[in-house]
């Protein structure tokens, strides 16, 4: 019993102790990257539930009216079903609701004339107090037919579903629920179903200023952890393999409660190796290694690639040429942001930054997408690694107040290298508030380097 009571008043110590730390002043946006990250405080599991249930009211109550009247939409009808939600209801849902129960349904109905935007759910249990539940079963057993009779009562001029050929995003809606809906919606308002795509997409590609205020902090601790993986402290030059490192990272995102949303990446480039070395390949000194890692945390996603030297003995920087290679991959970077403005396609900021830097000399290939609710967001892309040419997907127009992966490789032969051809990957996550780009916690503009230890 003693060793009980111990221990939950060192418990509830730690909590206090770490609310009170996850207090401090939030991290401000910085053009220039810290060299060695602090990690910030991380929220226990009470704290990132009330943070991210303020966060999801504040977003409903600024973006949706916005979305809806810019759109001209009067009734957007969401569905999903318990584990199968779709992306945009499940970023919709309360911390205290991890899933949809049962069919969850959601409706947004705009009023007109300024009037609120009622946010309902025509479900059997309410949301977080976030949308009004409007369905009695004892009244009316069959759900889709109450839904139906909410519909008539409103007369919309448009009911907008989930449906998209094009973004996996605004696809929501599936073939049964669909011909549910329909099959008990009057005939005459079932010419007046449109597609949702682009108020998904607008919904998930939006940055609300609360959440700008915490993602600084975000990237900082993905950059903070990539700081201690490209270390004498994980990496032993001789010994330690690329996978190692890959798992390294995965162990130490269990430690600190946090979730990757992908497999970290680490690889080697070596003077006269083809190609990047990756597995079970032991690192070496003289290596270039590259990192691709990303978290989620808050909702919010991170997606960062960095660039690390491990030292020859005797070295104290890495080799010019390597160093100008990753000058040459800021250079693009710095083309590209120059390039971002409201209403213009993503495959047209790629046309322009890609001319731009060939005219320069440079060899680059650019990937960039948006990122936030999701790693590879809603939202047009900006090229793909395997395409540099325009893509449908990347069609559609940039806005305002929305955050990006500024994604991309510049190639350059290495003198030092023998005229080797190498890979200068770089990864850093930005936020366009309609006016410029800035890096939400800097960017590397420098080779991190670790210390060969002979």
Do not use: C
């Not at 393999?241 to 409660?257: C, F, I, N, S």
């Amino acid at each position: 019993m003693a060793n009980r009571v111990a221990y939950g008043a060192a418990l509830l110590a730690a909590l206090i102790g770490l609310s009170a730390a996850a207090a401090a002043a939030p991290i401000a946006m910085s053009e220039v990257e810290t060299q060695v990250p602090s990690l910030p405080p991380i929220l226990n599991s009470r704290e990132r539930a009330m943070t991210e249930n303020r966060i999801l009211a504040a977003r409903l109550d600024a973006i949706i009216p916005a979305i809806m009247r810019e759109q001209g939409i009067d009734l957007w009808l969401l569905v999903a079903r318990e584990y199968f939600e779709e992306p945009v209801v499940a970023s919709m849902l309360d911390a205290e609701n991890m899933s949809a129960r049962r069919r969850t349904i959601l409706i947004f109905r705009d009023p007109g004339d300024g009037k609120p935007i009622e946010r309902l759910t025509v479900s059997r249990y309410g949301l977080g107090g976030l949308f009004s539940p409007v369905w009695d079963p004892s009244k009316q057993p069959d759900q889709w037919q109450a839904v139906a009779d909410i519909i008539a009562v409103r007369d919309p001029a448009k009911i907008a579903i989930n449906t998209s050929d094009l973004y996996q995003f605004a696809d929501g809606m599936t073939l049964s629920q669909y011909d549910k809906f329909v099959a008990t919606l009057p005939a005459p308002m079932r010419q007046r179903i449109v597609s949702g795509e682009s108020l998904a997409i607008r919904w998930l590609e939006t940055r609300t200023p609360s959440e700008m205020e915490l993602y600084p902090a975000i990237v900082r601790i993905a950059h903070a952890v990539i700081g201690e993986a490209f270390s004498r402290a994980v990496i032993t030059p001789g010994v330690t393999t690329a996978e190692q490192v890959q798992w390294w990272y995965r162990d130490r995102l269990l430690q600190l409660g946090l979730e990757p949303w992908f497999h970290p990446s680490v690889a080697i480039q070596r003077e006269g190796a083809k190609g990047m070395l990756e597995g079970a390949e032991v690192i070496q000194s003289g290596d270039l290694l590259w990192t691709d890692f990303g978290i989620t945390y808050l909702r919010l996603n991170t997606d960062t690639q960095h660039l690390a030297y491990v030292l020859k003995p005797g070295e104290s920087k890495a080799p010019t040429g390597l160093r100008q290679g990753l000058a040459n991959s800021n250079r693009v970077q710095d083309m590209l942001t120059r390039h971002f403005a409201v209403g213009r396609s993503g495959n047209a900021v790629l046309a322009l930054t890609r001319a731009e830097a060939v005219a320069a000399g440079l060899d680059p290939s650019i990937y960039a997408h948006p990122i936030g609710l999701h790693g590879h967001g809603a939202g047009p892309s900006i090229g793909f690694w395997d395409n540099q040419n325009a893509d449908p997907r990347g069609s559609g127009a940039i806005n305002a107040n929305t955050a990006w992966s500024i994604e991309l490789t510049s190639y350059a032969a290495v003198p030092e290298w023998g005229g080797q051809r190498v890979d200068f990957r770089t990864e850093e996550n930005a936020f366009f508030d309609g006016t410029s780009v800035r890096y939400i916690d800097g960017r590397q503009t420098e080779i991190t380097l670790i210390p060969s230890g002979q």
